[in-house]
């Protein structure tokens, strides 16, 4: 189906800026920017209405809901099957709120890939999922109920081969990532603690990934295992709280790229009595570190692209992506980069760039309608929606 949507204010994610212009939908792709309609065209007027890319979020865990004190625990208690139930309803919701693409970094069983293709095949409706998975750890790991045990190089290269395997069983645009625990985490009983794999053991990794046209995330809190990921080749280092000036650095030379993750580090610290006391007061630290790092990334150029961790402990339901922006913005990064750190920068760094996170002629048709300005204030978001499209359909 052919439209058109004219007189729109349309946020151009390269400068950060909105352009009055018009966009014509053909199928499922923006087919021109700045074309007027013939006469008896079908158009939709959006005087008054701000376009932008669809929302994605680069670090979500579908399987988990977010309204539960112990969304970990529940995974274990539930089950697969309600766990997959729970991912249906999360992709949903969230393509609902305007995050049309999820990058899922944890799922039981590897549900969120027979997900994303449900999603794709058009079984079911959701936002555009990009799974890798269970998360990859060794066997005293962060988040076991969402991982996958690999404990050996020869582990690790099989674990990735078998992430390959799933592209074309399971019929999805390549399963183009794979997860890691580097270390623990704050959000679970255990210590931060080292890097939980040796630097060969991460290169053996990245090198596999890499010659697979595959990517690879790290969830990475301290020191050690930021900088053994970083040295390895790890795409994107998660959380990342003990960054230092050089690591940064070096991430930004490298072509690196940070999720930090800020907000449900935020929440953490503000739920105690809800969540047991050992997570909150590592979330504490974690936060202050955070706070700090964020704003030397910015001075320095590292690459941050928006992730929240949706479906964490007390963090609130799907989508996270909302309250990720605001904390990013409470830290000191302007609205323009805040967006441009869930759209434009994101699907680059996600490796889908050529299809989504702008709205250009060529890509797919993931739009976002608001009746108020976000770059004003970007509650905008939650506030002021009023459309959705996701490869050219109206959603709501
Ligand atoms: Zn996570």
Redesign the pocket.
């Known amino acids: 189906m052919e439209f058109y949507l004219t007189n729109a204010q349309v946020f151009d994610a390269e400068k950060g800026e909105f352009t009055q212009t018009s966009l014509k939908i053909d199928g499922k792709k923006i087919a021109a920017v700045g074309e007027l309609p013939p006469e008896g065209a079908k158009t939709v007027d959006c005087s008054g209405k701000y376009l932008l890319p669809g929302i994605i979020d680069a ?3 579908l399987v988990w809901d977010g309204t539960s004190p112990d969304p970990m625990g529940d995974t274990v208690k539930d089950g697969d099957y309600i766990c997959f139930a729970r991912g249906v309803a999360g992709a949903m919701d969230s393509l609902r709120a305007g995050v049309t693409t999820v990058r899922d ?2 799922s039981n069983d590897d549900c969120a890939i027979p997900l994303a293709s449900a999603i794709n095949r058009g079984i079911i409706p959701g936002a555009n999922i990009i799974p890798a998975g269970g ?1 990859i750890q060794g066997s005293y790991g962060h ?1 076991p109920m969402i991982g996958f045990i690999a404990n050996t190089e020869a582990q690790l290269i099989e674990r990735i081969k078998r992430l390959k395997g799933y592209d074309i069983e399971m019929r999805i645009p390549p399963v183009h990532w794979a ?1 890691i625990m580097a270390s623990g ?1 704050a ?1 679970g009983l255990e210590d931060v603690g080292p890097c939980m794999y040796s630097p060969r053991e991460l290169e053996a990794l990245a090198y596999e990934c890499h010659r697979l046209n595959m990517k690879v995330a790290a ?1 990475a809190l301290s020191y050690d295992a930021i900088s053994k990921c970083v040295n390895a080749g790890i795409d994107t280092i ?2 990342g709280a003990e960054m230092t000036e050089e690591i940064l650095l070096q991430m930004k030379e490298n072509g690196q790229c940070w999720v930090p ?1 800020v907000a ?1 580090y935020k929440s953490l610290t503000e739920s105690r009595g809800i969540i047991d006391d050992v997570i909150v007061n590592k979330a504490e630290i974690v936060t202050e570190k955070q706070k700090k790092s964020f704003k030397q990334a910015m001075e320095i150029g590292t690459k941050i692209i928006l ?1 929240s ?1 949706a ?2 402990a007390n963090f609130g339901p799907h989508p996270a992506a909302f309250q990720e922006m605001f904390v990013m913005e409470e830290y000191g990064m302007p609205a323009a980069a805040v967006i441009r750190s869930a759209t434009i920068d994101s699907a680059r760094e996600l490796g889908i760039g050529d299809s989504r996170g702008s709205l250009e002629a060529g890509k797919m048709a993931d739009i976002v309608v608001l009746d108020a300005d976000p770059l004003a204030d970007l509650h905008a978001f939650t506030d002021h929606l009023v459309q959705v499209y996701k490869e050219g359909s109206a959603v709501l």
């Open positions: 670090h979500v865990h970094v944890g998360a988040c997860k985490g959000a969830h998660e959380h993750t449900v992730g961790d479906g964490s």
